[in-house]
């Protein structure tokens, strides 16, 4: 479907939101030393090592030499709540969902836009879920590709490891030539070279593909996908009760629709 910008952010804001119902509250709520990081095992004492693949956007990226996007300023938030310091380590996605980078000790929470699956409940625990996500085809501006159906004989870019990948894998014709990649920054610079004819990931980051024009969203698909922020799948009930605390606390005073609004709604 080809709509404007902010049809598509309005779309966004009323369709995808999954914890838009924010109640009003104090400023102070979350603020509580007691929800902070007495008896969690962190790989740095006194911060809150966050584990992303960067960019992102609009969920991480750098400005300013900041890392900032949804996922990180709601980390941010969480870690100021817990009495933390912030920090982040840019990692390969394949190696947070797979648990991988936290056998390592390299983090204490992924935040990457990643969907809650029972595969990955194998592997990690995820706190409560923080949004709610729709898989989408873009395709250059004029493409006859107009729906999933037409990507046969094509070559289509995926995010390799994600949910995007296994959708397209499952409901593409079987002469699609589905081509893997480490990361968005590669699968965009692919199809702005020609060298694939549509990418299959996440609506919000194709979205930020589409401002100059030169590219389209053909098609949306509803998969009842939900974010969760990743730790570790043992020993960590503490930090996912911690960050459900700071979570809560975001959405009843106010702060996580804020966050949200900044970059889902015009």
């Known amino acids: 479907m080809n709509r404007s910008r902010s049809a598509m952010l309005a779309a966004l804001a009323t369709g995808t939101l999954l914890l838009s119902a924010c109640g009003g509250g104090s400023d102070d709520a979350g603020s509580d030393p007691s929800a902070g990081a007495g008896g969690l095992d962190l790989v740095s004492e006194g911060s809150l090592t966050v584990c992303s693949d960067v960019p992102y956007p609009p969920f991480e990226f750098e400005e300013d030499g900041e890392y900032t996007g949804f996922d990180m300023d709601i980390m941010r938030e969480i870690a100021t709540g817990m009495d933390l310091e912030f920090t982040v380590q840019d990692v390969g996605f394949d190696g947070l969902q797979s648990g991988v980078a936290f056998g390592a000790g390299q983090c204490d929470v992924g935040a990457s836009a990643m969907t809650i699956t029972e595969d990955r409940k194998a592997n990690l625990a995820f706190s409560d879920p923080y949004y709610d996500s729709l898989q989408s085809l873009l395709v250059p501006e004029g493409s006859d590709i107009a729906a999933i159906d037409d990507l046969g004989g094509m070559r289509v870019g995926v995010q390799q490891g994600t949910t995007g990948e296994n959708y397209t894998k499952e409901n593409a014709p079987e002469d699609t030539e589905i081509i893997s990649f480490p990361s968005d920054a590669e699968m965009y610079a692919s199809i702005q070279a020609g060298g694939v004819d549509a990418l299959l990931q996440d609506l919000p980051v194709n979205i930020g593909h589409t401002e100059d024009g030169a590219f389209t969203i053909a098609e949306e698909y509803e998969t009842d ?38 970059y889902f709604s015009e």
């Open 225 to 262: 996908e939900q974010y969760g922020f990743a730790m570790s799948k043992e020993g960590t009930e503490d930090l996912v009760a911690a960050v459900n605390e700071q979570l809560t606390a975001m959405r009843d005073d106010g702060r996580y629709q804020e966050i949200y609004d900044s």
